[in-house]
């Protein structure tokens, strides 16, 4: 009779951590178009995952450069509310700039696996259609993901 299978090999429990050059603490999105040509630009919430799918914990979020109202400033991508009006970002300097960068400070160094973007319910033309992602990992900022015109 033929041999049998050698079972799988076991994952090791718990999960080992990442290699440290994966993790980060700081991470930027640049946005540089949405969907309508010369419009601001708003988001309604971001979470970023890591490899296990859990949200990542966000230390502070800031937009250089950018132009919010009190109300809409870019803390409320990171404020947990995922539908309602009255919790978005709003950065009106998109449209003189042609771009627009969220930075995000994370509360420790973990690693990034995916994310997620809500859009904001009043406009579709102020949705983000190209932008890119970054880390900075060794004094510089790494390109991890870039979306072109969706």
Same mark, same amino acid.
């Given at each position: 009779p033929p041999a049998k299978p050698a079972p799988p090999a076991r994952l090791p429990y718990p999960p080992s951590s990442p290699p440290p050059y994966l993790l980060s603490t700081a991470y930027k999105f640049v946005f540089t178009q949405t969907r309508g040509a010369g419009m601001p630009l708003h988001l309604q919430e971001i979470v970023l995952y890591g490899p296990t799918g859990e949200p990542l914990k966000v230390a502070n979020v800031s937009n =250089?450069?950018?132009?919010? &109202?009190?109300?809409?400033?870019?803390? %409320? /991508? !990171?404020?947990?509310? %995922?539908?309602?009006?009255?919790?978005?970002?709003?950065?009106?300097?998109?449209?003189? &700039?042609?771009?627009?960068?969220?930075?995000?400070?994370?509360?420790?160094?973990?690693?990034?696996?995916?994310?997620?973007? !809500?859009? +904001? %319910?009043?406009?579709?033309?102020?949705? =983000?259609? /190209?932008?890119?992602?970054? %880390?900075?990992?060794? +004094?510089t900022w790494q390109l991890l993901n870039q979306q072109d015109a969706l």
């Open positions: =250089p450069g950018g132009l919010s &109202k009190p109300d809409e400033g870019p803390e %409320r /991508v !990171f404020d947990g509310i %995922r539908n309602g009006m009255r919790s978005k970002w709003v950065d009106e300097a998109m449209q003189i &700039k042609g771009n627009s960068t969220l930075l995000i400070m994370l509360e420790s160094e973990e690693q990034l696996s995916t994310y997620e973007l !809500f859009r +904001a %319910r009043k406009s579709l033309q102020r949705d =983000p259609k /190209v932008w890119q992602l970054y %880390r900075w990992h060794d +004094a």
